[in-house]
Each structure stands twice: as C-alpha cells, then as structure tokens.
C-alpha cells in the first residue's frame, strides 16, 4: 500500500457528539451564551477534532513548502524565479516574515524544498525532498507526471508526520514559489468552474496588462489539458505546482492524524480544495485564517464551505496569515479548557436564562 493509500484510508470525521457536547459546555462557562461569538463554535471544531469537550494545544508548528514554476518563463510575476532560492535562504537564516511571525506564536517553522530549481545546502530547518527543479512550463506541456505529484504529495505527508512526532498538535502551511498564484487560480477554475477571468488576479503586483495576459495562458492552458475537476490528481498533473500538491499531502496526514490544520492563503487554499477531493472528511480539519486580496481566494473558501477568522487584507504568503491565527485558535481551546463553570466558580447564573437555541 503506498503512502497516499495507506493516510487516505486512515481520515475519519471529526466527533459531531463532541461538538455538541462542546457547545453545551460554552453555555455553562462564566459568560453570557454566545458572548464570545465565533470563538465559540471554533473551540467546539477543535473538541470534534481531538474528541475532547476540553481541547488542549501542546505545540504548534509550520511548514512553508517552496517549489518552482516554469510557467514563470510566460511573465505573469512581477519578480524574477531565483527569487524563490533567495527567500529559501531568507528563511533558514530567520530573516523573512514568516520567522518573525512564528516566533510570535511560538510555531516551530520548517521549510521544505519540494521543488526549487537551485540546490539549498543543508540546514536544521530544511527538509530537502526535492521531486524535481521546478513544475514544468503547463502552458506548453503537463507541468508534473502522476508518479510526480503522488510523491509531492508524499513529501507534505512525510513533513506533517515529522512535525506531529514532536509537541505539535496544531499545523499550519504556507508556500513560497515565484508564480505560484497562476497554478493556483488554474486549479481554482478547473475544480469550481468559475471563469477563469473572474479569478485571475494582480498576484506579486503585475500590471494590468500582465494580468489580463495571465489570464488568458491559464484559459488557453485549461483548454489544451482538459483536466477532469472531479480528479484532483489529473488536476495537478495537468497546471501543477509541487509546492501545492506537497501542502494537499500535509493536510491529508493532519487529517489522517485528527489535528487540525490551518489555511493561509490562495495557494494553501487550492490544496485543501484538492485534499478534500481526495478525501470528503479533509473539510473537519480544515481552519481558514484570513481572507486574501487575491479574487480566487473568496471563491475557494466559498467552495470549502469556511468563514476566515481575519481580514487584514494579506498578501504575502509563506503562512503570514496562518501564523496569525494560531494564538486565536490556541484561545478558543483555552476558552474550553480553561474557563470554569457557573456552578465550578461559585457565580450565580441569571434566573431563567435561555440556552443557545
């Protein structure tokens, strides 16, 4: 049984008893029901997700998947590809946002060259499970054979186990990989059906003209693959990015494992799009940390079927917006963890006070 099989067959849902039994319990907490608006039916997935009305975060961590995209050769990014290697070094050397992000909350960060086309020497926080040097360029060609995209999804599995051998029961992915929005909003078309038009946007902050330009080459490349939205893995192989078939992977193994895992932006959000193509119950695990400029974003999430928890208008990448998540979602467990109850706290309840409905 290979790697993909073997966590697919091991995603089961998340607990709905507990969920309810999670929302009964905010009720009985020292506040008035609902007062704690969204926090509380956060807190109640993360019950569901670890079977526990008590939800306890022991870590946290992130991996930032970094991969390459021939398709950058067509100008539809407004920097050059060896930007990729470059912010791969960044990284290593804690100088990106995403470091100061996660110190912030206290994540511990790998990076994970599945893709990149220069060679990353050796560091502590690199995981090298490089599949190839880059997508190929899919506006002439298949970016990724299906023995490519399996493995790629293979190294997000791999880099997700490895991380939850550790304290961590909290995950979150980002990407870094010059052009990555393109694959992304051609695997968001392929998958929704929207018009691709409608979903193309500035990305790195090209021009106008560039992304009209980047909208046509994803049209004339979807036409020329006709990959089968029903197939997340024909998907791939036909627009590709191994950086997101690796963050498809690190989803299925959170899933595989009942941890919860949070989106960042577009391209984070193309792969759990896919993972939930692979497997139905993927959707549970799934948490939307912020809501992206980028047009392809709202219809993703629309089609996941999730309300992000912020709107600082992002952009970035690398798990920025994830990475500001994660204290909000430790809170919401902390809340039903932590809080005691009317009757623990010796605080009178209101006389006749309704129940949420």
């Known amino acids: 049984m290979t790697l993909l099989q073997h966590t697919l067959d091991a995603i089961h849902p998340a607990d709905p008893e507990v969920y309810a039994r999670a929302l009964e319990r905010h009720d009985t907490l020292t506040k008035p029901p609902g007062s704690l608006g969204r926090l509380e039916p956060l807190g109640a997935q993360l019950a569901a997700i670890y079977r526990t009305p008590t939800p306890l975060i022991t870590g946290k961590a992130i991996a930032v998947f970094a991969a390459d995209h021939d398709i950058a050769d067509e100008g539809v990014s407004a920097y050059p590809q060896a930007v990729t290697a470059q912010m791969v070094h960044n990284f290593l050397r804690g100088g990106a946002a995403i470091n100061a992000l996660a110190g912030v909350a206290g994540a511990?960060?790998?990076?994970?060259?599945?893709?990149?086309?220069?060679?990353?020497?050796?560091?502590?926080?690199?995981?090298?499970?490089?599949?190839?040097?880059?997508?190929?360029?899919?506006?002439?060609?298949?970016?990724?054979?299906?023995?490519?995209?399996?493995?790629?999804?293979?190294?997000?599995?791999?880099?997700?186990?490895?991380?939850?051998?550790?304290?961590?029961?909290?995950?979150?992915?980002?990407?870094?990989?010059?052009?990555?929005?393109?694959?992304?909003?051609?695997?968001?078309?392929?998958?929704?059906?929207?018009?691709?038009?409608?979903?193309?946007?500035?990305?790195?902050?090209?021009?106008?003209?560039?992304?009209?330009?980047?909208?046509?080459?994803?049209?004339?490349?979807?036409?020329?693959?006709?990959?089968?939205?029903?197939?997340?893995?024909?998907?791939?192989?036909?627009?590709?990015?191994?950086?997101?078939?690796?963050?498809?992977?690190?989803?299925?193994?959170?899933?595989?494992?009942?941890?919860?895992?949070?989106?960042?932006?577009?391209?984070?959000?193309?792969?759990?799009?896919?993972?939930?193509?692979?497997?139905?119950?993927?959707?549970?695990?799934?948490?939307?940390?912020?809501?992206?400029?980028?047009?392809?974003?709202?219809?993703?999430?629309?089609?996941?079927?999730?309300?992000p928890l912020l709107d600082l208008e992002l952009r970035l990448g690398e798990a920025s917006g994830a990475a500001l998540a994660l204290p909000l979602v430790e809170a919401a467990a902390r809340v039903l963890s932590d809080m005691r109850t009317f009757e623990e706290a010796d605080v009178s309840e209101v006389a006749g006070r309704s129940r949420r409905a």
Do not use: C, W
Request: glycine fraction near 8%; hydrophobic fraction near 40%.
């Open 108 to 307: 511990e960060l790998l990076v994970v060259d599945v893709g990149v086309e220069a060679d990353i020497p050796d560091h502590p926080r690199l995981l090298d499970r490089k599949v190839r040097p880059g997508a190929r360029n899919f506006l002439h060609e298949r970016a990724l054979t299906l023995d490519e995209a399996i493995a790629a999804v293979e190294a997000g599995i791999d880099a997700a186990t490895r991380q939850l051998a550790g304290s961590a029961n909290l995950l979150a992915a980002g990407d870094m990989g010059i052009a990555n929005t393109t694959p992304t909003t051609a695997i968001t078309a392929a998958i929704t059906g929207k018009p691709v038009e409608e979903l193309t946007g500035p990305g790195t902050g090209i021009t106008e003209r560039q992304r009209r330009h980047k909208a046509d080459l994803i049209a004339r490349a979807l036409e020329r693959h006709h990959p089968d939205p029903t197939d997340p893995l024909d998907v791939l192989t036909a627009v590709g990015g191994l950086d997101i078939a690796a963050i498809t992977g690190y989803y299925l193994a959170s899933a595989a494992n009942q941890v919860p895992a949070i989106l960042d932006g577009p391209i984070t959000t193309a792969a759990g799009l896919l993972a939930t193509q692979l497997a139905p119950n993927v959707r549970h695990y799934l948490i939307a940390s912020h809501s992206s400029s980028e047009p392809a974003h709202r219809t993703q999430l629309e089609a996941l079927g999730l309300e």
